[in-house]
């Protein structure tokens, strides 16, 4: 380990020159340049693949340098642990799932903790760092993690990093993602808290205006170089995003509008009996052709709604047609992880490909080149699944459903990690699929894009809090009916 001290005050915290990085034919960083200074929020944005997370490895010492150099603090390279005093909370969650969350506190935080009385100690800093952090979390310590829903597990993931002694630089890769409002607010007052006290943080996100309500500046990564950084308060949305660079501008403006009005001669393809808040007997209904929302707090019911269109005529569910689905969750059970891109992409697809049971490999290629292509997807048809970027790889679980010849489509919150103008592109895609007469079902935990639903059902504690039509998805009506113990608005 070379350590290198410095009396200097004003020099930054992090100083990236000219870092290179490569996997096999895959330049992940090609000389990447990048300064952080104590007690600064940096955002960094991106498209996926653009480098974001392998730069955030870099500077955990999860990963070395091709080319170019690293200085966190006087060090410039990482010692066993990592450089000293940085800690990140990753992407796709670093917790051991057999274990429960105080071992998995013990194991990350080892060297912080006692040795003696360790289960005690371990349990009590997580409870109290989730205290502090989500004071409404409800997550016991003695919880085992695969237990948890994927909202907790990155709650969990966000204290781990935080229980340290020595935090200087803390790095959120993607932490929102699967995070609702209240959870969200939480972590970035104390994003703000971390800085007062001088910690750097690192704020990696696709969600622009995240970004810019808690960064001081904002780093834009475009095929692995940061391209400009910007003063949070002197850019917009629209800025960051024509700067990652792409094709497609999304703002709320020019959102793709819902569909037409659906005609009541269609046949209902999907119903499903519910009861309201108050307690009366309602159905969520799905005709051909129609984008069909689930809203509310995450955990309110709207994936036992999923599973339930999915395991298809149990008791009194209708469900017509083939069906398709695109779990968010993609580490538990979205990609089969041995394999290349293309068979993860297929395997739905499979039968109706083949001609009397013989595969069609022509065809096969055929279809997988054009959802690459459509979607974008870095890395290509013959990467490992596991070698493409987190976005990516979800961006692959998406494509396998609409390859499929599912008529029904069923969306588990499906986009996370998925950048701005790729999402953009997959609404539209959903609008076209229904067009074609395709029905879809679908769960976000983000509030806006269910604005491209025709009809938007908002659950709260497993039953019916309310439907919105059109013009009347909006965030607040939806915000309103998942808390409103009084909305009577149910179908
Ligand atoms: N372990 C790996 N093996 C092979 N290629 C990799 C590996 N990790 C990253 N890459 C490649 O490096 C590039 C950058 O990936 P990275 O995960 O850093 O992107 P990102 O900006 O974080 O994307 P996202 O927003 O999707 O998370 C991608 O093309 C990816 O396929």
Redesign the pocket.
């Known amino acids: 380990m070379t350590i290198k001290t410095s009396n200097a005050s004003d020099r930054p915290l992090v100083q990236v020159s000219q870092a290179v990085k490569t996997?096999?034919h895959?330049r992940?960083l090609s000389g990447v340049e990048l300064q952080v200074n104590a007690g600064e929020v940096l955002g960094l944005v991106?498209h996926?693949?653009?480098?974001?997370?392998?730069l955030m490895r870099l500077l955990s010492g999860l990963e070395r340098l091709d080319n170019g150099t690293v200085d966190i603090g006087g060090m410039t390279t990482p010692g066993a642990f990592g450089f000293s005093g940085v800690r990140m909370a990753y992407?796709e969650s670093s917790l051991a799932p057999e274990l429960t969350v105080r071992d998995n506190i013990y194991l990350s935080s080892a060297r912080w903790l006692p040795r003696w009385c360790w289960h005690k100690a371990a349990a009590e800093s997580v409870v109290s760092r989730l205290g502090e952090i989500f004071p409404d979390h409800g997550i016991g310590p003695n919880e085992y993690v695969d237990d948890l829903p994927i909202a907790d597990r990155q709650r969990v993931e966000i204290a781990r990093a935080t229980i340290t002694d020595d935090l200087k630089l803390l790095i959120l890769d993607e932490p929102t993602e699967s995070l609702s409002g209240s959870a969200v607010d939480h972590l970035y007052n104390y994003v703000r808290k971390l800085k007062a006290t001088g910690v750097a943080v690192i704020l990696v996100s696709h969600r622009m205006r995240e970004i810019l309500s808690v960064s001081d500046r904002v780093a834009v990564?475009k095929d692995g170089a940061v391209v400009s950084i910007h003063r949070a308060g002197e850019v917009s949305e629209r800025d960051l995003l024509l700067a990652m660079g792409g094709e497609v501008l999304v703002t709320e403006a020019n959102a793709t509008p819902f569909g037409p009005a659906i005609d009541g001669g269609r046949s209902v393809v999907v119903r499903v009996p519910m009861t309201t808040v108050s307690g009366e007997a309602t159905e969520i209904t799905a005709r051909e052709g129609e984008v069909i929302g689930l809203a509310g707090i995450v955990g309110q019911g709207q994936e036992e709604v999923l599973d339930r269109i999915w395991h298809g005529k149990r008791g009194d569910i209708k469900v017509d047609a083939t069906r398709a689905y695109v779990p968010g969750d993609r580490q538990r059970s979205g990609i089969l992880p041995l394999w290349n891109v293309d068979r993860n992409l297929t395997i739905s697809a499979l039968s109706s490909l083949s001609r009397h049971g013989i595969r069609q490999f022509d065809a096969e290629e055929l279809l997988v080149d054009k959802w690459v292509k459509k979607l974008n997807i870095?890395?290509g048809s013959r990467?490992t699944i596991t070698?493409?970027?987190?976005?990516?790889q979800q961006k692959v679980i998406a494509a396998r459903a609409f390859a499929s010849n599912a008529r029904t489509i069923l969306l588990d919150d499906p986009f996370r990690?998925v950048?701005v103008h790729t999402k953009a592109e997959l609404y539209q895609l959903i609008r076209e699929e229904a067009a074609k007469g395709r029905t879809i079902v679908w769960f976000s935990s983000e509030n806006s894009e269910m604005q491209h639903c025709d009809r938007v059902y908002v659950l709260r504690a497993g039953r019916v809090a309310g439907v919105l039509h059109g013009t009347e998805i909006t965030d607040n009506r939806i915000i309103t009916m998942s808390f409103a113990e009084s909305e009577t608005n149910a179908a």
């Open positions: 996997y096999g895959t992940a991106g996926n693949g653009a480098g974001k997370s392998t992407q990564m870095r890395g990467a070698g493409l970027s987190g976005g990516n990690g950048d």
